[in-house]
Nanobody, 126 residues
Framework: QFQLVESGGGLVQSGGSLRLSCEAS????????IGWFRQAPGKEREGVSC????????NYADSVKGRFTISRDNAKNTVYLKMDNPNPEATAVYFC???????????????????WGHGTQVTVSS
């Protein structure tokens, strides 16, 4: 059974840092793209970052480039999102998702993803 579980959310001050984890069970992450998405109250879900394992390809939304870092530990079947110097606009529920299938890249398009976690709340205070 495919399952993704996010953890690591919480309250962080602007200028601080936080690391989110996305642990997969029921499948191995090696051959799938994993994406992080977020949804703030009253706003649409937006893509944050994604990673392809075999090619090492990563993609970031312009709003987080240079501040957020995606990485994966295949041995732990886990993908991480390190958030450095987040601003209050980063407050949202963060979801990870898996795209089944092979490819060289990943896109921040939620419709491309097949399996989703339940999300973890991140609140950034000013």
């Amino acid at each position: 059974q495919f399952q993704l579980v996010e953890s690591g959310g919480g309250l962080v001050q602007s200028g601080g840092s936080l690391r989110l984890s996305c642990e997969a069970s029921g499948f191995t992450l090696d051959y799938y793209a994993i994406g992080w998405f977020r949804q703030a109250p009253g706003k649409e879900r937006e893509g944050v970052s994604c990673v392809r394992s075999t090619e090492g390809f990563t993609n970031y939304a312009d709003s987080v480039k240079g501040r957020f870092t995606i990485s994966r530990d295949n041995a732990k079947n886990t993908v991480y999102l390190k958030m450095d110097n987040p601003n209050p606009e980063a407050t949202a529920v963060y979801f990870c998702a898996a795209e089944v299938g092979f490819g060289a890249m990943c896109l921040l398009v939620s419709d491309d993803y097949d399996y989703w976690g339940h999300g973890t709340q991140v609140t950034v205070s000013s």
